[in-house]
T-cell receptor, first 114, second 113 residues
Framework: DAGVIQSPRHEVTEMGQEVTLRCKPI?????LFWYRQTMMRGLELLIY????????DSGMPEDRFSAKMPNASFSTLKIQPSEPRDSAVYFC????????????FGPGTRLLVL | AQSVTQPDIHITVSEGASLELRCNYS??????LFWYVQSPGQGLQLLLK??????LVQGIKGFEAEFKRSQSSFNLRKPSVHWSDAAEYFC???????????FGTGTRLKVLA
């Protein structure tokens, strides 16, 4: 199994630009999670999808952030416009969504907004 | 409020020495507890988890953790550390049947040769 795949692994952009992060969950998993990791706040859940439907987006910091899951094998997290304070590592995770299942994390996207 | 505390930000041990990483939690119901490891440039990998049963849980890579309800702790241990164990370790707690894990701020482990 290839595991959770994220792209790009690194992204450097300038303030005001649009940033799109991509995630491919493990095949057969029907739950997907986006997390943000910063030194100040640690690891925070941004949004949770189940069967491609957003269930909980209470962690999305503001309207500049949006996430979609058009099908079971692909999700995007978009930041528009980006700001320097968005600099962080963004992780995608997935699981089978049945009960209390282990979340499997991707390698993350390290975002730097200048 | 639900919370997870990892009191040690950094720990340095010599290769071959024993290791204990501390994790304390505050949770109203029976918690579901996890330890994850994050190697440099990598995602988080599950080491072990606990919900019920034997309070001493065995995980991968020779790690174990002990759940102590009276102390609200779930400390991670390894009898002999290897250089490849250098990484950041995260404790997490979550309610049974849901997805909302609360992660600690992590403990960064350095291993001296």
């Amino acid at each position: 199994d290839a595991g959770v795949i994220q792209s790009p692994r690194h992204e450097v952009t300038e303030m005001g630009q649009e940033v799109t992060l991509r995630c491919k969950p493990i095949s057969g998993h029907n739950s997907l999670f986006w997390y943000r990791q910063t030194m100040m706040r640690g690891l925070e859940l941004l949004i949770y999808f189940n069967n491609n439907v957003p269930i909980d987006d209470s962690g999305m910091p503001e309207d500049r952030f949006s996430a979609k899951m058009p099908n079971a094998s692909f999700s995007t997290l978009k930041i528009q416009p980006s700001e320097p304070r968005d600099s962080a590592v963004y992780f995608c995770a997935s699981n089978s969504g049945q009960g209390q299942e282990t979340q499997y994390f991707g390698p993350g996207t390290r975002l730097l907004v200048l | 409020a639900q919370s997870v505390t990892q009191p040690d930000i950094h720990i340095t041990v010599s290769e071959g020495a024993s290791l204990e990483l501390r994790c304390n939690y505050s949770y109203g119901a029976t918690p579901y507890l996890f330890w994850y490891v994050q190697s440099p440039g990598q995602g988080l990998q599950l080491l072990l988890k606990y919900f019920s049963g034997d309070t001493l849980v065995q995980g991968i890579k020779g790690f174990e953790a002990e759940f102590k309800r009276s102390q609200s702790s779930f400390n991670l241990r390894k009898p002999s550390v290897h250089w490849s164990d250098a990484a950041e370790y995260f404790c997490a707690v979550g309610p049974w049947g849901t997805y909302k894990y609360i992660f600690g701020t992590g403990t960064r482990l350095k291993v001296l040769a």
